[in-house]
């Protein structure tokens, strides 16, 4: 008899004790990285592969500030006052590959493409949570041209209360070609995320 548990319930168990606890960067990118903690979903539609995940804030503002100890030092200021600032980091991809790689063949359609995805894509997405209605406050578009497998957008969304319950993002693309997707998260499962350790 084999006795030996998946690889993703052994880790899913070791971290189980982290939760409300400190990771490293790159154990907090695999605990959101690990579908049974409800902190990503994808989806499959007209062809395409989109996955959303949730993005907490010490993990977006930590890149931004990993020279020295200067996340370390801001961190808790941050916190605060990004506590109604939801961060979800969309990805979307077709055959393996980014959009923009397949908009590239098609004249004129890439330069299309960027423009929606630096300028417009915001007015697409909206997250939902109980009678709450929270639209895109800002979004970052970095384009790889190819040397990624997926096309990632990081979106903020603002609320003005703390968020219970069912969370909803919708994605109601309006130019990939996408169509509409609806990603069910538990305001429970985001809460629980592990927070940043120190000096990483």
Do not use: W
């Not at 970052?140 to 968020?163: K, N």
């Amino acid at each position: 008899m084999n006795n030996k548990l998946p690889l993703s319930l052994v880790f899913s168990f070791a971290l189980l004790g982290c939760t409300h606890g400190e990771l490293s960067r790159e154990d907090l990118r695999n605990f959101i990285g690990e579908p049974s903690n409800g902190l990503i979903k994808s989806a499959d539609s007209n062809g395409y592969t989109v996955t959303c995940a949730y993005q907490p804030v010490d993990l977006v503002f930590s890149n931004e500030l990993a020279i020295g100890n200067r996340f370390d030092q801001k961190r808790d200021s941050l916190r605060k006052l990004y506590n109604k600032i939801y961060y979800f980091r969309l990805a979307i991809s077709r055959d393996g590959k980014s959009i923009e790689q397949s908009f590239a063949s098609i004249p004129g359609q890439l330069a299309n493409l960027t423009s929606h995805l630096s300028s417009t894509i915001g007015k697409d997405l909206q997250m939902q949570t109980g009678e709450n209605t929270a639209t895109v406050v800002d979004f970052i578009y970095s384009p790889f041209y190819g040397s990624s497998s997926a096309t990632q957008i990081l979106f903020a969304f603002e609320t003005s209360q703390d968020i219970s319950g069912e969370v909803k993002i919708i994605y109601d693309d309006s130019f990939v070609g996408v169509g509409r997707i609806e990603f069910l998260f538990n305001a429970s499962d985001i809460r629980k995320t592990p927070l940043l350790r120190s000096n990483n």
